[in-house]
């Protein structure tokens, strides 16, 4: 027998009063069905044995959801899947975390392992097409919000770039998110806000900086963290090209180091 599960906003209408109408039919079925967008793995088979002909619940079609966030793929769906994310989450959703371990791998398959290497030292790390003007440790400092980066607090005894995941995991939900914060305000600066020299929108380049971070430079764990609490990060907390410029006699410029 065969097995569909329906998912897409046809299900999501079930669990979300006013969500928006579906435009497309979007099924995990291994048969094929003229006019709907239908998708099989067979590592899908235990999850939804033969004979499966059901809508996907809520929590089912936000693991999915967040299962491949962390890539940006081209047909240009990240934003909306991001602000269903928070939708679901707001609505209650929780996250299966075998389903999502599963789904995760399939997705890896088809669209790449994340290419994050964090056993690099620093300097290879941040050596990319960025045209860097200071010092990446220092806009970091610029940036924090005590004495020094929350980074430094939970790096790997010497190490340059690798976390110790394990402290991070266990740290107060609001040390977890300032310490990604940190991360999301210095990507921003560096990447867009110092070379626009401060004339792009401070807002713009935080979304496009969080996406940055989510899809391209984390990965596992922080990458899954991001996802899930967007709605949490997707807006600033602080005005942080202000408060960076606040603290402009910390950057260094990267002439001074060569």
């Not at 998708?39 to 967040?66: C, M, N």
């Not at 928070?86 to 088809?110: M, S, T």
């Not at 340059?160 to 310490?179: G, N, R, Y």
């Amino acid at each position: 027998m065969s097995r569909t599960l329906f998912i897409g906003s046809n299900a999501a209408a079930d669990y979300i009063p006013g969500f928006r109408a579906p435009k497309d039919d979007d099924r995990f079925s291994d048969l094929e069905v003229p006019g709907a967008d239908c998708y099989w793995h067979q590592s899908f088979e235990d999850w939804l044995p033969s004979g499966t002909f059901r809508k996907a619940d809520l929590d089912e079609l936000y693991t999915i959801k967040v299962s491949h966030s962390p890539w940006s793929l081209k047909n240009g769906s990240w934003a909306k899947h991001m602000s269903d994310i928070v939708v679901f989450r707001e609505a209650g959703a929780v996250i299966n975390q075998p389903l999502h371990d599963l789904l995760y791998k399939v997705w890896e398959e088809r669209h790449g392992k994340k290419r994050v290497n964090l056993d690099m030292d620093a300097e290879s790390f941040f050596s990319d097409a960025v045209k860097r003007i200071y010092l990446h440790d220092s806009i970091h400092e610029s940036v924090a919000y005590y004495d020094r980066p929350l980074w430094e607090s939970f790096l790997v005894p010497g190490e340059s770039v690798k976390m110790d995941m394990s402290a991070i995991k266990a740290a107060p939900f609001e040390t977890q998110v300032q310490l990604y914060r940190e991360e999301v305000y210095a990507t921003a600066l560096e990447r867009w806000v110092i070379p626009s020299d401060y004339t792009c929108s401070p807002r713009k380049a935080y979304a496009d900086a969080l996406k940055k971070t989510i899809t391209s430079l984390t990965k596992g764990w922080s990458s899954q963290f991001l996802i899930e609490n967007y709605g949490v990060f997707r807006i600033p907390d602080i005005d942080y090209v202000q408060h960076h410029l606040s603290k402009k006699h910390l950057l260094v410029p990267l002439e001074a180091t060569s």
